[in-house]
T-cell receptor, first 114, second 113 residues
């Protein structure tokens, strides 16, 4: 258990509405990530953060923004949700140890955009 | 060519079978290799990781890396119904502070009792 929680766990929204997903971690990790997972595409990186107020884009960042005002919280915002953003969203943290850096994932948020 | 290719599956085996899951990759800079297991409607969980080439064993699971062939494998011995899940390979160079993981698309394994 990497001490990661995501909220909400499920959400249904309508096209054009803004949506914010929250990732919370309890272990003070510097790096946090947002992924989406879709059939046929696997896990794709949306945005990541390497510290408070330090973020960068991943491979599928269009239509998404992020913010990190505290070490423990990483927010993902869909400015104006579209049906193509229906997906399962996972947050992850990077943990270092024994010379290896690995990522640990939260339980996910299922988002349906109607 | 995708950076990481994984057999698409799905794969169905009888209980007790030996399972071999494989990924190939094209980026020779990858040096950290991981396998994640994901149960239905759950987040991926780290199963095993290896650095560079060689084998690593953990109980019924063995991870193998062949950097010369750019090929990694996960072997599951004496497979159990509880091993039924999607398995994702992942790899990284981690040469820079902002290095990222590259994932395969995952293969769904079903172990029949």
């Amino acid at each position: 258990d990497a001490g990661i929680t995501q909220s909400p766990r499920h959400k249904v929204t309508e096209t054009g509405t803004p949506v914010t997903l929250r990732c919370h971690q309890t272990e003070n990790h510097r790096y946090m990530y947002w992924y989406r997972q879709d059939p046929g595409h696997g896990l794709r990186l949306i945005h990541y953060s390497y510290g408070v107020k330090d973020t960068d884009k991943g491979e599928v960042s269009d239509g998404y923004s992020v913010s990190r005002s505290k070490t423990e919280d990483f927010l993902l915002t869909l400015e104006s949700a579209t049906s193509s953003q229906t997906s399962v969203y996972f947050c992850a943290i990077r943990r270092s140890g024994q010379g290896v850096e690995t990522q640990y994932f939260g339980p996910g948020t299922r988002l349906l955009v109607l | 060519q995708k950076e990481v290719e994984q057999d698409p599956g799905p794969l169905s085996v009888p209980e007790g079978a030996i399972v071999s899951l494989n990924c190939t990759y094209s980026n020779s800079a990858f040096q950290y290799f991981m396998w994640y297991r994901q149960y239905s409607r759950k987040g991926p969980e780290l199963l095993m990781y290896t650095y560079s080439s060689g084998n690593k064993e953990d109980g019924r699971f063995t991870a193998q890396v062949d950097k010369s062939s750019k090929y990694i494998s996960l072997f599951i011995r004496d497979s159990q119904p509880s091993d039924s899940a999607t398995y994702l390979c992942a790899m990284s160079d981690y040469t820079g502070a902002n290095s990222k993981l590259t994932f395969g698309k995952g293969i769904t394994l079903s172990v029949r009792p």
